[in-house]
């Protein structure tokens, strides 16, 4: 499609300040190529421009297209049997996971995704393999769903070299473990390690190969150090340094869990985030996930530094890692996005619901008391998680100059049978559109999405082929890994029972003992 | 229909114990004239017993309606115009709203409500009327409507004598605004009163027209003091000798934001959980309304009082109440309810949508942190929900002598395309179910919704009608509302900015300042 004109009742071109957005009624885009060409009103733009296609029947609400930016991408883990537990054995539980074919989950997730208007993500991959296959192998097929289903992706490799059991010594856990249980583990140990300079290897291969020569611009490739307490110094250093000479993004997690938290003031003397400000590490390339256990302190490191958050709201509830303290984050003009990380409150990556918890979770009681508007999240969920994924400039908002990623969003079930004529179009998405509101998504010029039908794959065969590949009885090696799992919980579960917390005074007040 | 036969691929009867629910798969349950007579295998039923109907092909999970047991009804707030605001100021945004026909308003909402599940509401009715309605026509339109729909209702009229615009002396609050305003105000408060005999004299003709003779015992209707400082002590206690004598139950608001708690402290040196307790007003016929600000010596009262409370998650969000301390409640053994109010996360009265925000809200950071298993929660909205809503023993669960009140929720959209086949079927639809996986929906063993169909009335006329009725311009006296609306708005949230928030200690720690 060389040219297309996308017509919306409303279109929102992007979030003005704290309280609006720009909104045109009954207007249009045109875009050519890909690019956004120019943006007005309907009769205006029909009346200039010859176009091939017009897309949008004039009911919807049209707008920039939503940006994940935070994820790792396939079946959830509850559907893999994960049910929700606190991060550090959750961890464990993953373990017992059937093993899936990296292309057919990434695509499975990449469809869930669209179909809720997420046209960019930001993929941390988490290095698992399909048998046989090589870590590249599973980078390529990763990329390649994504390439396949239209999308647009910031990947990154997450990478580790140390403290893989729990936070803290290895030999010392191993040795307090029944033998066969330690030497079951110390081989899979083994066999997950890469070298830095292995890693390394092979972020410039995926970066030589779609990360800078990508002809349509729809990859980014990224470092991911997996977090201060899984990462060594020297580690972090050699990342930070390749991602300079390489104009590189860094995206990595970080005091997700008051453990890791205190992981870092026991080792450190200070957070890890203070530890990574005093090794040099951060900067504006720098972006963090989670970020829920950020002390007063850890707020103005990051306001100074430039490095954005991304935040995870599901997912902190669902891993028991509490709240981060975004109202704080924004206030101090810290940068955040927003990320589904798996699968969001309904396990479904509705990136609508996702946004709304976030609305929601974030409102501090009091008639003064802070808490977000639509605009400012709309806001976390378009420019700032195109600034996250290294799009910025790019997408995120509704501009010519800048890529056609866009969405039209249904209002006939946000609007029945009755909405105030005086509501805000973006207050009325925010509020009550869902994922299956999306009617149609628009990724570089082309329509990934149309009337809720995804057009560049079949869905049906992949969700068809996923599940008939996991019909199938678990190989020996998938079978063995669950009593592996099982034996080791408990272990970890004792190791973090013994690590007494310290709680603190918390950010927000949202009740009262007395 | 006399009998029928309700298949399930698992019938879930009910809660075991926090860790468990009892739950036969291919199992079937037969129903005669609204009584459960039998439960058990598919197979064994099917050849016991020759029935009228059969419900649900053996694909689905079959379990007790839900019960929502805090509800006012009728287009959400945001529909009518208001958006989320602090709970104080709110409130006189909800002045400027249209009016609507109060029929078909709670028809709508009851629609909504037994489209996601839910065949019991707890409805407290805010006796806001239609133009020429007196307050008992109200009540019987909006009886019509639940009785129409075919749901169970347990209806109350809640109803005040003192603060109506703010917490504090009305004629100080007067005086201190502009005159012309406060001589407009003055003449609606005038408007709204109803004294405490014309109060209790209309509860007992809805009570011996509907409660108490109501053939199907559909029903019931409680008195409802809407909260603390909204009340004389002279008209709580009249409320509670009144249930008393009539063996109803009371229903009421209680600690749902920080300025609740505050005044009770102002005005009686204590809580005002602890005023109601000191009043001899507690007892197991009371249930409350949020508790937001429940202290440690409050949840003590509670236990000891045999006292419900009805949580609800996300109007307590919405309005910036804050988070009620659930596990505190549960753990104290204090029966918790799950109430919607009004709107709920996504503001469409799903019903496993409240459910899951409930579960992944309350989830208290570390390894051995307070947080809720699916059970509990279904606990809580189904049996809790029955006895909160005065119909204890008779719904809730699936057993031979209790009330047909059973929903079928579809497994293809939550087990595709994959779902470990070791998951609890609880799990899989507290995880992952949404409203609109409800199939069908039975009440009394009538069929109010099958296969998505609204059985009993014609859901396309109810939308129709109602959107029609709110296209008409407004009347003038509508029109005059949204202007007195925010003309007070400033004044009311100008006599909460002066009132400075004690927070205290919280019960939850999400995060941490320093």
Request: charged fraction near 25%; hydrophobic fraction near 40%; glycine fraction near 10%.
């Amino acid at each position: 499609m060389a040219t297309s004109l996308v017509r919306g009742k409303y279109v929102v071109t992007g979030v003005v300040d704290d309280n609006a957005s720009d909104v045109t009624a009954d207007g249009a885009v045109v875009q050519r190529d890909g690019e956004i060409v120019d943006v007005g009103r309907y009769q205006d733009l029909a009346a200039r421009h010859s176009v091939d296609e017009v897309i949008g029947d004039g009911r919807q609400v049209l707008m920039p297209g939503l940006i994940n930016a935070h994820h790792h991408g396939g079946l959830t883990p509850f559907q893999m049997g994960s049910l929700d537990l606190a991060l550090e054995p959750w961890i464990v539980t993953r373990m017992a996971h059937r093993d899936v074919d990296t292309y057919l989950d990434t695509l499975y997730c990449a469809i869930q995704m669209i179909e809720s208007g997420i046209t960019t993500v930001m993929h941390n991959h988490t290095g698992r393999r399909a048998p046989g296959e090589s870590t590249m192998d599973s980078c390529t097929q990763a990329l390649k769903a994504y390439r396949d289903s239209g999308m647009r992706v910031a990947f990154s490799l997450f990478h580790r070299d140390q403290n893989q059991l729990v936070y803290g010594e290895e030999r010392d856990f191993l040795a307090a473990l029944p033998p066969e249980l330690a030497s079951k583990l110390g081989d899979r140990l083994g066999g997950l390690g890469m070298s830095t300079d292995e890693y390394l290897a092979l972020f410039v291969e995926l970066y030589e190969r779609y990360g800078r020569n990508d002809p349509q611009g729809l990859v980014r490739i990224l470092l991911s150090p997996a977090n201060v307490q899984w990462c060594s110094d020297a580690l972090l250093m050699a990342i930070k340094e390749t991602a300079g000479s390489h104009d590189a993004g860094i995206h990595l997690h970080l005091q997700e869990t008051i453990y890791q938290l205190m992981y870092g003031l026991r080792r450190f003397g200070k957070t890890p985030l203070g530890h990574l400000d005093e090794l040099g590490f951060l900067g504006p390339e720098v972006s963090f996930a989670h970020g829920v256990w950020l002390e007063e302190s850890d707020i103005d490191i990051l306001a100074a530094s430039g490095s954005l958050v991304c935040h995870n709201a599901s997912s902190n509830l669902r891993l028991k890692s509490g709240v981060a303290p975004i109202n704080k984050l924004v206030a101090s003009g810290v940068p955040v996005a927003i990320g589904i990380d798996e699968a969001g409150i309904n396990d479904d990556n509705d990136m609508l619901q996702e946004m709304r918890l976030v609305q929601k979770l974030h409102r501090e009681p009091g008639v003064d008391g802070p808490c977000l508007t639509s605009h400012q999240v709309l806001r976390m969920a378009t420019v700032n998680g195109a600034e996250a994924s290294r799009f910025g400039g790019q997408v995120g908002a509704i501009e010519p100059g800048m890529r056609a990623d866009m969405i039209l969003v249904n209002l006939d079930r946000i609007a029945e049978p009755y909405l105030d004529p005086g509501t805000d179009p973006v207050d009325a998405v925010l509020y009550r559109g869902r994922g299956l509101d999306v009617d149609t998504v628009i990724v570089n010029g082309e329509v990934v999405m149309r009337d809720r039908r995804i057009t560049m794959v079949s869905k049906d065969d992949v969700y068809a082929e996923l599940g008939a590949q996991l019909a199938r009885d678990p190989a020996p090696h998938e079978a063995a890994r669950r009593p592996l799992s099982k034996e080791l919980y408990p272990h970890v579960h004792r190791f973090y029972q013994r690590w007494p917390l310290e709680p603190g005074q918390p950010h927000y007040l949202y009740n009262r003992a007395r």
